[in-house]
């Protein structure tokens, strides 16, 4: 619509993007990485200066190169993003976007150490920028699995509990969200692979709970697809506690 209105605008380029975004929302990928590249296209023919909206652009055509394997790609846009944002201000939460970009190719690829680095370089950023976050509970999650992948059990095990502690405040007002869940499950299978049956138990309890929880939520907006979902999830957790 905006096309037919504005012909090529710049604002047309905002809208491709958000096109992308709903297409990745729902996991069409293949128009995700379509709109986002157009979008990126748009953007370029009327920026012609580094600009904030240039950096978020390039970030999202990066994941989708990554989610292909295409990786050299993927990093080169991240490069160039950082670029960008370094002309117009290192001190920005996108710089800790990029960052954990960069991370999450890292780890597609198996290279941990890299990953890791990245990881606390944008969790350092989004601590000082955002504080309780939850983008900085995302990437305390996200750092985790990283690290129980690269087998360093109780550097995991201490960020999964502080990824739990900062969702309790920050998804105070999201009911329905499982991040919660997510993290206690991690940190379970983490004490499973120090050995610790009591904590293991302890975390997969309170797992339980927190899934029966966010359940009452889709229970109470008759949302029973979800229900079916979570409710497999808990059926699979007692089976640990069996």
Known sequence: MKGAVFGDHPAVGGTQNSIGLY?????QGDYAFKYFKLALETKRRFN?????DLVISLNNVAMEYS????????????????????TLGIEHHDTSLIFNNR????????????????????LCIRQKRMGE???????????????????KLEQARDTFTEAVTMRKIVLKQQPQNEGIAESLSYLAETYRRLGDQVLLQECVGRCIKELHRVADVFRARKQDQSIARLQNKIEELKLIRS
């Open 133 to 151: 976050h939850t983008s900085t509970a995302g990437t305390l999650q996200e750092l985790g699995e990283v690290l129980l992948k690269a087998g």
């Open 103 to 122: 991370a999450k190719v890292y780890a597609s690829v198996g290279d941990y150490e890299k990953s890791e680095e990245c990881f606390r370089t944008a």
């Open 48 to 52: 012609k200066r580094p600009a904030n």
């Open 23 to 27: 297409y990745n929302q729902i996991g």
């Open 67 to 86: 989610k292909r394997g295409q990786i050299r790609k993927a990093l080169a846009m991240l490069d160039e993003a950082y670029e960008m944002r370094k």
